[in-house]
Each structure stands twice: as C-alpha cells, then as structure tokens.
C-alpha cells in the first residue's frame, strides 16, 4: 500500500513537498516513482529513484526544479517541487515499480500506486 499526501494550494513560483509512505515488505528493493495526472491527459512520468537512492531520473519538465529522493529506514518517497508553474497543477501519484532493479519511466512498469495528491498552482 502506498499513501500520498503533502499536496495543495500555492503560489507560482512556491514550493511543495510531496511524501509517499509505504507499508508492506520489500519497498527498499524496488524503483519508485512520481507520475501526474492534469484534467483531460493522460498520466505521465515525473520523476524515479532507484532502490538506493543513487540514481535518479526525470521528465524534462522538471529537471532543476524538482528533486525526488528516498529514506528506506522510513518507507517513504519524497518529491521537492521547486519553482512551481500553473502548468504543474495536477493530481500526483507515487507508484512502486513491478521489479526490483533498474530505474524505470513507463506507467507500465508499475503496478502498485498511491490514491493520489493535488497539486494546485495558481498564477
């Protein structure tokens, strides 16, 4: 099971610290990700971790401005969004990816989601 939260309301240029807790075995194995979801589009990728933390991977979007990370001794997923844009508003989901091992980036690669969390930026 995986719980988002951490969204809400900001100003452009805000910041926002989403968190995707876990419970269950084996999240430390496995790639995580954030997806998102705006009205009338379909999901798309964000950003992922690898299951150390070493690794990182993201949507052009978003380089230099967000940050995803891990504490595997907590269960828990971050994403730091920085300079916020009106184009980021969305619904977001954290997902575990279907095998341990490399980082990955399709939604079809996950199989296990969070319920999500809005994220709304006003101009």
């Known amino acids: 099971q995986l719980q988002a939260s951490g969204g809400g309301l900001v100003q452009a240029g805000g910041s926002l610290r989403l968190s995707c807790a876990a419970s269950g075995r084996t999240f430390s194995a496995y790639c995580m990700g954030w997806f998102c979801q705006a009205p009338g589009k379909e999901r798309e990728f964000v950003a992922a971790?690898?299951?150390?933390?070493?690794?990182?991977n993201y949507a052009d979007s978003v380089k230099r401005r967000f940050v995803i990370s891990r504490d595997n001794a907590k269960n828990t997923v971050y994403l730091q969004m920085n300079s916020l844009k009106p184009e980021d508003t969305a619904v977001y989901y954290c997902?575990?990816?279907?095998?341990?091992?490399?980082?990955?980036?399709?939604?079809?690669?996950?199989?296990?989601w969070g319920q999500g969390t809005l994220v709304t930026v006003s101009s």
């Open positions: 997902a575990r990816a279907k095998w341990s091992g490399n980082i990955v980036a399709l939604t079809t690669d996950y199989d296990v």
């Open positions: 971790v690898s299951w150390s933390g070493g690794t990182t």
